[in-house]
């Protein structure tokens, strides 16, 4: 049965490729790897295990990974010699680190040595990235990390994370502490990075080799050749606006900001009509997390696979009849992979590309725009402002990314010791730099927690920063700006049915999935 779903037979090599989106990227296996171990996979998925390896496709329950135990098995060690095991059918289990001994020590304890009622209140507050409180509101708790824990331990899911503006702005700078080559996304930070090079993904590389594979495609995202690409963004903007003009409403994501993003990177790419909301739909499906649960579901999973299928089968296609668009183009480029050799790409590395462009293109873009009309629902003074000066809406896009950034936080895995904020972070560990928390820092900003499309520019920490700050920020930008002008021009005055709203539950997407919107006259 598996089979018949993802397509081909034993001994066809495909690539679960698309890593989608840095917001975004999770858990899409974009190594090669046999269909056999594919089926393998969605089988442990649909088994209802909680915990699935990306490649090898073996389930898992809690307990320490052998490779924790000092075992010599697997390749690929991280700093502390630690390593995961990549043989077929390895069985990879979730790392539990014992708590660091000086969280130990802090916590504060009764005469018996436990957590007592009176110490359980003021016991330091604890960050879970997929509990419900983060997916629909963190931002109280983000305070709270910021004064009392701003280099926090998380003991259950194993990972570190800096919460204050300054740290993650250095974090972001220092790869050689904090490398992608782990994977960068909470479920995949355990990997071996032997599988995660598989992933042919830059978001998922270091330097030299994340550079000169990031130069094949930067050049299509420089502001200027962005701007060439304003009249196509504004007709597929104004297209999906259009049939509601004499509405008195619409769902603002559902109907807008959910298909407009991916219709305008799919165009890009060179995905067929047809087929450009499928890629947004596996997206969103890969992408879910139930509450508590790090791993996709298994239909996340199907998903996923679904979606590289088809894209490494574009990809092949592309080659053999080139087209004018970006996928034809990189089925001609050579790259220098270090060696003085120019060779060609390959198909697997095409579609990885695809894979990380469509998931930006179709995630970030329209949660931005989403949270934007939320936004400003509740602040209508700074809707007026733009709705009056158009000129402003620039300043609104970089408000409303400071704000409610669609990208939480960036994955990363530190490769040697560090102080931030007077603590040690040990090398060894997944750590996560939450922007989210960053952007709202009293430390850094005046009065955080107001939105003020005047406020004065500052680094927009919510495209990254560093080797890997944002590729297609400026089409983002623009992207988000047309369709504020846009709003703005058709529907002056509006209100949102807040009750109505729903959130996604995403790893590390924060946003809608729906936000009603009536006309006000
Ligand atoms: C509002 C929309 C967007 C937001 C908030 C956003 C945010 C981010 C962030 C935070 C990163 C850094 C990831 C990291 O450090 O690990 C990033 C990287 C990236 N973004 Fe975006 N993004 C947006 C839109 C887009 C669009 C439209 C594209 C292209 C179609 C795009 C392509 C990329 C790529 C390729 C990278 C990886 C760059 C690298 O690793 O060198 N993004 N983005």
Known sequence: MVRDVVGGGPGLTVT???PPHPGVVDHWANAEMEIDDIADQVLAGLAGDACIDVVHGTPDGPGVDSADTG??????????????????????????????????????????????????????????????????????????????????????????????????RTAHKDWQTFSS?????????????????????????????????????????????VGALEPMVREVIGSCLAPFDHAESFDAVADFSGPFPVEIICRMLGVPEGDRQQIRRW???SLHRESGQMDPTPEGIQAAIDSSIYLLELAREKRRLPGDDMISRLTQVEVDRGDGQMTQLEDEEIA????????????????????????????????????????KTPAAVEEILRYLPP?????????????????????????????????????????????????????ALGFGYGIH????????????????????RRWPLFAVDEAGCARVQM???????????????
């Not at 990997?191 to 050049?219: N, Q, W």
């Not at 009293?442 to 520019?457: G, K, L």
């Not at 400026?474 to 047309?482: F, G, H, P, T, V």
């Open 407 to 459: 990208s939480q936080y960036q994955g990363r895995f530190s490769m040697k010791e560090s102080v931030y904020s007077g603590v040690t972070v040990p090398a060894g560990y997944p750590t996560i730099l939450v922007t989210g928390s960053s952007s709202r820092d009293e430390r850094f900003y005046d009065d955080p927690d107001v939105v003020d499309i005047d406020r004065a520019p500052s680094l």
């Open 181 to 225: 080559s782990h994977g960068v996304d909470l479920s995949t930070l355990n990997t071996d990075p032997e599988i995660i090079k598989m992933y042919r993904s830059i978001i998922m590389m270091d330097p030299p080799g994340h550079d000169r594979m990031r130069a094949l495609v930067s050049r299509v995202f420089t502001p200027r050749a």
């Open 469 to 488: 700050s944002c590729l297609g920020a400026a089409l983002a930008r623009m992207e988000s700006r047309i369709a504020i002008e846009e709003l703005a």
């Open 71 to 168: 075992s010599a098995e697997g390749t690929g060690a991280d700093p502390q010699g630690r390593t995961s095991a990549s043989r077929p059918g390895h069985v990879r289990r979730r790392r539990v680190p014992s708590e660091p001994a000086e969280l130990i020590a802090h916590r504060p304890r009764d005469g018996r040595g436990r957590m007592s009622d009176a110490t359980l209140s003021k016991t330091p507050p604890e960050f879970d990235p997929f509990s419900d409180e983060y997916f629909n509101d963190p931002y109280d708790l983000y305070r709270r990390m910021r004064d009392e824990s701003p280099v926090y331990f998380n003991e259950d899911y194993g990972f570190w994370a800096l919460f204050r503006y300054d740290d993650v």
């Open 352 to 391: 990885g590309f695809a894979g990380l462009l469509g998931g930006a293109g179709a995630e970030t873009v329209t949660k931005l725009v989403g949270n934007a009309i939320v936004l400003f629902h509740r602040n209508p003074d700074q809707y007026r402002k733009v709705v009056d000066h158009p000129g």
């Open 16 to 18: 679960v490729a698309p």
């Open 507 to 521: 790893s590390n997407v924060a946003g809608y999935s729906s936000v009603p919107v009536h006309r006000l006259r």
């Open 283 to 285: 997206l969103d499906i």
